[in-house]
Every structure is written in C-alpha cells, then in structure tokens.
C-alpha cells in the first residue's frame, strides 16, 4: 500500500519554536494527522534535534494511537539509523543520499504537479454534500469540545 514517509530537519529550532506549541494545539495536529489527513503515513524521522525535543516529543506521542507512535522514529545527528528505514537512493545528497540535491528534486516536483495543471484545475469543480453523509460530523466540536474560556458567572 502506497505512503509517505516525512523526515523533519530540525537543525535550525531551538527551545522557543517549542514553547509555542500547547497541549490543544498539540492534540489538533496529531488528530489531523490520524484522522484527517489523505496521505498514509508509513513513518516520521527526526533528525539534527536540538536539546529540550524530547519533552516536545513525548507530548504528541501521547496523542497517538499506538499504531502511528510506533512509525515515529527519533535519529538526532545519526543519519546511518536513517538509512535502515529509508535506502540512501531515495535520499537527497544533503542527507548522504544519492537521490540529487534537495533544489533538483523540488523543481522536478514542481513541473510534474505542474503537468497535472488541467486535472487540478477540472477536479475544483466537485465536492461533496456533508449531509448525505452517514453518522455525527467530525469538526473541532466534536473532536475537541467546546473551546475557549468558561468563568462561572453568579448574580445576586
């Protein structure tokens, strides 16, 4: 079954990119990316991790099912881990690979999205009618609950 695997770069974060993130947010993404998201996601690799990604880490581990915290796979600097779940030709040469610059490979994505032109442009016209659908909606209501902030009001 075809999939994605995503490899995050985080060589340039530090501690404060972190510190924006909260638990509602935190929940909302991992959610997208279980429920929401049409790609299949085979894996995520981490690599260059700062210190302090740890406690970030282990805040959306604690969001996903077990399925998708087992295809979390954390390499630091080590890119030979990387290699024993991704080979090194499908790999960009800034990672040891020997798929071609990252530049090379963008522009080849680029003009084959590009070719693609007309079935994109076709495909603006369909949708879908939400109340034939079977079953609650799924929204932030029902996923998350209500949101924002509640203060017991008393009056005399």
């Given amino acids: 079954i075809a999939g994605q695997m995503g490899i995050l770069d985080l060589a340039n974060t530090g501690m404060a990119h972190f510190l924006q993130f909260n638990p509602s947010f935190v929940k909302k993404m991992t959610m997208w990316s279980q429920e929401g998201s049409p790609l299949r996601q085979k894996g995520f690799h981490y690599v260059n991790t700062p210190s302090g990604f740890e406690l970030v880490y282990n805040m959306f581990k604690n969001f996903l099912n077990e399925k998708n915290r087992s295809r979390l796979h954390v390499h630091g600097s080590n890119l030979d881990s990387l290699y024993e779940h991704i080979p090194k030709s ?67």
């Fill in 90 to 156: 499908m790999l960009p040469a800034e990672y040891g690979g020997d798929a071609g610059p990252i530049q090379d490979l963008v522009n080849a994505w680029a003009k084959k999205v590009l070719s693609y032109k007309e079935y994109f442009q076709e495909e603006e016209q369909y949708g879908t009618d939400e109340k034939k659908r079977p079953g609650r909606p799924k929204n932030a209501e029902t996923l998350f609950g209500l949101e924002g902030s509640f203060r017991k009001l008393e009056v005399d």
